[in-house]
């Protein structure tokens, strides 16, 4: 179906089930629990979620193919978002042409950074990103201050031209991004018993334009243009022998990941119409490699496993605070309680990146294929136990 | 390479998706229940505190949330009622606000307006808060503003300092109790025409952000009206940690009065080098090198040790105000008391800024007897109180800014202990601070409508 193999239907549509049930499944608590906490079924988490999966898809049609480790991909996401915040502020509340105008621009500037940093290989290659990437983020911080309005971000106002559009909305506000009328932020909730649902309808566009993206990267991952790409990470010399030019390969699929990223960073603005530079900073350039290595760089589902892995913590664990933490452990004798409460702190609240950091240590040194291989050994052992000494070859291969 | 297997099954089963998937948005709409965003249904009401726990500010920040959670046990009723006390308003009793209990959640901005949003966002929609507060940056305070006023709930701005906050930015659900740029300009005027004469040729360093661009617009506008003349501006990046690379050329640019338009860790490493650099022996034009720094606060005194003597600035308050001041600024001494017993030393400026506010709000709540942020707005504008630690002040209606008296401080010269490092060389009253809503530096921005949100 779709033109693609059985075995990547099958993903494809479990991935469109999981993203379309997200908002039930990532609120499996009631909302008046003390493991509300740990619900993640709210609008703009599931954003991220989705957006951050797409940018790590695009991310790994770079290096889970090519094994060309840029460390400058944030520059595109934040392109991307500083085009769509200015379509909205030029033209109007519509989210189609700011993303479609920053999936553009992003190419545009892939194109030119890809052209000068493909001429160098590995570390190289990296550095060199690294340098564009940082230059970006330099000139949006204070250099092109009347484009990017600097540190503050580049912000909507009451007196945007918004040319097919309103200045002001009806009520006297600065008027919402939306989807020919539909806002992005209207939310239907759902109580269900002690249960809370909701449905956004942000959510539901970013959701659909990254089931799309995901298509895309399988059937990339499927081409012949994908064994190409395949065939430079393997072995680039051994490619220039037979006569073939790896460079216009690479070069495509630098530009098609800077378009994804440009996508991520658009929808970033659609849904929160606000463009920060910190959004290039090597940080979020650093970020995103993260996802895909935690989740298994070169397999299909694994950036976006990644991806969502670092927004939860980012967002869950980092709200954790010491009053959060007296409250689960009230039921032991106070001292103990001071003691649990002492233990745990650093790890949580403000100390989420340090958890983060170990599991990631984790998963490079158990796991260095990431999450898709810790699904796989799972599964495996439970396959065994049915059938034993079952077929393996259908797993999922991470990238060399 | 294509393979199409259709099997009923299949055809069903991707059928029923998609249709799910497309009818989605049409069920989508606000739902209107209450009438605005986030209506406390239960016995308890949730305010959001969104205060830097990483970055140059992470110490701010961390007085701020202390501030918060002493304002909540006050509200709630327990400890000592701190303010509660002398607040001019009595409508607060100690029992929650409208009978709820005050809970609250705490979130990191990381000083970046990108973190600050999402944060406050999981707040809105996740906690449902009804009342936004905190930021130590006006970057981050002007970002998260913006996103209250669309989202439909309150802000109370925390520390921020920058005149597009209740200016160019200024927003219908968004209130600042903190003064800004311009009236510590025009605070510090007439001392430093008194300390420093009025020739002087000035050279200013300036965070490279909506602060640091309004301050030092305001410190020129004000200096260059004594008579002064200003030889440069440089503006500095808010990350940067190492400033020798723009103190060198200060030395040979002709000025003998450095303006450093830093706060928190950014002002400490700068006047660190400056002093390291020797600016403050030097001579130039006859005259003794001067440096100024116009926002001060006693947690940088503390960062910047020994190099802070006698550099004069602004405070919005400080907590030795009333005893030396007099009964004028009450409420100050109840406050610091009460934060003293809670965690053993005397609150900064931006813990009483986030307690005011708190107690700004709630009371404001209780005033107009519900959470609407409408009727909250209405109730702030124009409310005149007494009795929060800084003398009578003024919410005015047209930007949503407090005016009240502002502190001229200077490094003490011989602290007798850690607590004592600024003292208050003048209190310059309100009228000589308050300027008009049009005002050039404000104008720009219109705070449109309130939004309830839902």
Sequence with gaps: MFAIEKKDTTLLLIVAVLTMCAPFILNPFPTDSAMAQFNAGYPDLMQRFVIFGIFAIGFNILFGLTGYLSFGHAAFLGVGSYSAVWMFKLLSMNVIPAIILSVIVAGVFALIIGFVSLRRSGIYFSILTLAFAQMSFALAYSVLTPITNGETGLQLSLNDPRILGTSVSADGGIPVTSLFGLEMRSTYEMHVGPWLFQFNAGYYLCALLMLLAFYISIRIFRSPFGLMLRAVKSNQQRMSYTGLNARPYTLAAFVISGMYAGLAGGLLAAMDPLAGAERMQWTASGEVVLMTILGGAGTLIGPVLGAGFIKYFENIFSKINDNVLHSWFSFLPDGLEDLMVTLVHPFVGKGWSLTLGLMFMAVVIFLPGGLVQGGQKIGKLFRRKKAAGHRSSTATKPAE | MSKMNLTRRGVIKTGAIAGAGLAMPTY??????????????????????????????????????????????????????????????????????????????????????????????????????????????????????????????????????????????????????????????????????QL???????????????????????????????????????LTPLAATDFSA??????????????????????????????????????????????????????????????????????NWDWKVESQMGARYTGTNAFVQSFGNKYGFPPSQAAQTCYAQTLLYADAAARAGTFNPCAIGEALAGFEFDGLGNGPTLYRADDHQCFKDVLVVKGAENPEDEFHLVEIVEVTPTEQVTYAPDHPMFAGGALGACNPGA
């Design chain 2, 246 to 315: 723009y103190i060198t050329p200060v030395l040979n640019s002709g000025a003998d009065v450095l303006v450093l338009n830093h706060y928190g860790g950014n002002m400490v490493n700068s006047l660190t080098n400056a002093v390291q650099f020797g600016l403050r022996d030097k001579q130039v034009n006859g005259k003794n090198f001067e440096i100024i720094v116009p926002l001060y606060s006693e947690l940088m005194a503390k960062g910047a040790g020994a190099n802070i003597k006698g550099i004069v600035g602004s405070q």
């Design chain 2, 28 to 193: 989508l709409s606000a739902q209107t229940q209450s009438g605005y965003t986030n209506a406390p249904n239960g016995d308890t009401v949730t305010l959001g505190f969104n205060v830097p726990q990483s970055g140059p500010y992470a110490d701010e920040g961390a007085d701020e949330l202390r501030a918060f959670e002493l304002a909540v046990e006050h509200l709630n009723g327990e400890g000592d009622g701190g303010m509660l006390s002398t607040f001019s308003s009595k409508v607060l009793d100690g029992t929650g606000i409208l009978g709820k209990k005050v809970a609250y959640v705490s979130g990191d901005t990381q000083t970046k307006s990108d973190a600050a949003r999402a944060s406050a966002k999981s707040m809105i929609e996740k906690d449902g808060a009804i009342m936004i507060s905190g930021g130590s940056s006006s970057g981050v305070a002007v970002a998260v503003q913006g996103l209250c006023q669309e989202a439909g709930v309150v802000f109370m701005a925390g520390l921020t300092h920058s005149n597009d906050t209740t200016g160019k930015d200024k927003k219908a659900n968004g209130f600042r109790h903190f003064f800004n740029a311009y009236m510590s300009a025009a605070a510090l005027a007439p001392v430093l025409k």
């Design chain 2, 196 to 234: 420093y004469g009025s020739d002087r040729a000035a050279y200013h360093l300036t965070a490279d952000y909506t602060w640091g661009w309004t301050q030092q617009e305001s410190i020129q506008a004000a200096t260059e009206a004594l008579g002064w003349t200003t030889v440069n501006n440089v």
